[in-house]
């Protein structure tokens, strides 16, 4: 469904924003990139930007006009700054936007598209697009700079595509962040119960305490890699204790 969605930028001045929007899709799980006739591409500035994106940049597809960039997609939005006078269909709010625009990608392509840094798109370029949407901002100060743009619409759009069933979206987990098991917990709480019984911690054998440093330990929900660490403090104490 992510692959269906289109990043298309128009006449770009300056390569850098190609390099930068690159940056901005590959956060969302946007790859398709068309470039519309662009000031400067290929260049190192794109490449610099893309911050580990250069391979969307490298295969950014680059076509002569709006037309042919958008040819094959049943749905093209183009965002724009200001309403125009055009009876076209118009977002206000870029999650209403993206909802529609995922739905139509689950079967066919859709397109997003941005125009130059300095005036946007053109009536002309407006008129191929089936939708335009506005990124609500600051009356006083509303510019957003064309990756800023870029990043946005994607993060709406991967918001809107993650929300749906079929997407059995499941956020990356680092090892060190992953939760203990049950069984991991019980021999951490065990060894704990031992040491404080060891130590002369625990003097009342009916108290409440292990189940109150359970408690805690239950909000607190220490990673795996917390929990280690814990039970090597306590193998630690443990050595120091005097053998009874």
């Known amino acids: 469904m992510l692959s269906n969605i289109r990043i298309v930028l128009v006449q770009t001045y300056h390569p850098g924003n190609i390099g930068a929007s690159a940056r901005a899709m590959k956060t969302m799980g946007l790859t398709d990139l068309v470039l519309v006739n662009p ?30 960039a ?29 909802g529609e ?27 191929c697009c089936s939708h335009q949407v506005s990124i609500p901002a600051n009356p006083d100060y509303g510019i957003l700079n064309l990756a800023q743009a870029v990043q946005v619409l994607a993060y709406e759009a991967f918001k809107a595509w993650r929300r749906r ?13 992953r939760q203990p098991t049950r069984e991991q917990l019980g021999h951490f709480h065990d060894h704990l119960g031992r040491v404080m019984q060891a130590s002369g911690f625990l003097t009342q054998p009916h108290a ?25 403090l306590l193998g630690s104490l443990e050595r120091h204790l005097p053998d009874k």
């Open 208 to 232: 409440r305490t292990e189940a109150q440093l359970q408690a805690l330990f239950a909000r607190a929900r220490p990673s795996r890699k917390e929990l280690s660490l814990l039970r090597g």
């Open 165 to 177: 069933p079929e997407s059995d979206y499941r956020p990356a987990r680092p090892a060190g962040e």
């Open 70 to 98: 958008v040819a094959d997609c049943v749905q093209v939005v183009g965002a724009s700054a200001r309403l125009r006078s055009l009876p076209l269909p118009h977002f206000d709010e870029p999650d209403a936007m993206a």
């Open 39 to 68: 000031r400067r591409y290929p260049d190192p500035e794109a490449s610099r930007l893309a911050a580990g994106a250069e391979d969307l940049v490298d295969q950014a597809r680059v076509v002569a006009s709006l037309e042919e």
């Open 101 to 127: 625009l995922v739905g139509h990608a689950a079967h066919d392509p859709v397109a997003l598209v941005f125009g130059r840094e300095r005036f946007g798109l053109t009536n002309d370029e407006i008129r």
